[in-house]
């Protein structure tokens, strides 16, 4: 157990909607990292927040968005949702902001039929 | 943009041999290379890490060098047992602001008894 919660653990919706991810960081940990895992695009960047602050951006689109509470946890917010987004979506939280182990949660498997 | 080469995609080797995976990176700022094992269905966890300053480190059975003038970086496994096999990552800092990773397209290792 990495100490980082993901909810839900699976997720099926329809194209077109919206839909909201949740990550709970490790205690302590106050950067907090969203992937983005597919077959054809391996795992990519999305976006990530140290302390409640946006402090780099991947390669998210327009439509997804995301945001830290001060509690740390963090939202991972997917709207007009099209099959392609079907994927694996990680948070992973870190203690640092830059170079320190990020530690992965379960994933949440977003399935858009 | 910045990106991470890994080859090979596919590597089958014999219970006992060793294994090694290549990685190779652009973005001359990058500072912080770790390696993630994925096993089927579960989540990234990182297996070792190396710093731009030093060249080589090892964890028993694992161990990493980095070559900061060629911009490549290795993972050797000595003695592979079926434990081993999963997917094996790549990755470096470049992500986003230099706090992302970016990662490699993977490694399937499989372990032959």
């Known amino acids: 157990d990495s100490g980082v919660t993901q909810t839900p653990k699976h997720l099926i919706t329809a194209t077109g909607q919206r839909v909201t991810l949740r990550c709970s960081p490790r205690?302590?940990?106050?950067?907090v990292y969203w992937y983005q895992q597919s077959l054809d695009q391996g795992l990519q960047f999305l976006i990530q927040?140290?302390?409640?602050?946006?402090?780099a951006k991947g390669n998210i689109l327009e439509r997804f968005s995301a945001q830290q509470f001060p509690d740390l946890h963090s939202e991972l917010n997917l709207s007009s949702l099209e099959l392609g987004d079907s994927a694996l979506y990680f948070c992973?939280?870190?203690?640092?902001?830059?170079?320190?182990?990020?530690?992965f949660g379960q994933g949440t498997r977003l399935t858009v039929v | 943009g910045e990106n991470v080469e890994q080859h090979p995609s596919t590597l089958s080797v014999q219970e006992g041999d060793s294994a090694v995976i290549k990685c190779t990176y652009s973005?001359?700022?990058?500072?912080?290379f770790p390696w993630y094992k994925q096993e089927l269905g579960k989540r990234p966890q990182l297996i070792i890490d190396?710093?731009?300053?030093?060249g080589e480190k090892k964890d028993q059975r694992i161990a990493v060098t980095l070559n900061k003038t060629a911009k490549h970086f290795s993972l050797h496994i000595t003695e592979t047992q079926p434990e081993d096999s999963a997917v094996y990552f790549c990755?470096?800092?470049?992500?986003?602001?230099?706090?992302?990773?970016?990662f490699g397209k993977g490694t399937h290792l499989i372990i032959q008894p």
């Open positions: 992973a939280s870190s203690a640092h902001r830059a170079n320190t182990e990020a530690f």
């Open positions: 205690s302590g940990d106050l950067s």
């Open positions: 927040y140290y302390n409640g602050e946006e402090r």
């Open positions: 973005d001359s700022a990058s500072n912080y």
């Open positions: 190396i710093r731009s300053n030093v």
């Open positions: 990755a470096d800092n470049s992500g986003g602001g230099a706090d992302g990773l970016t």
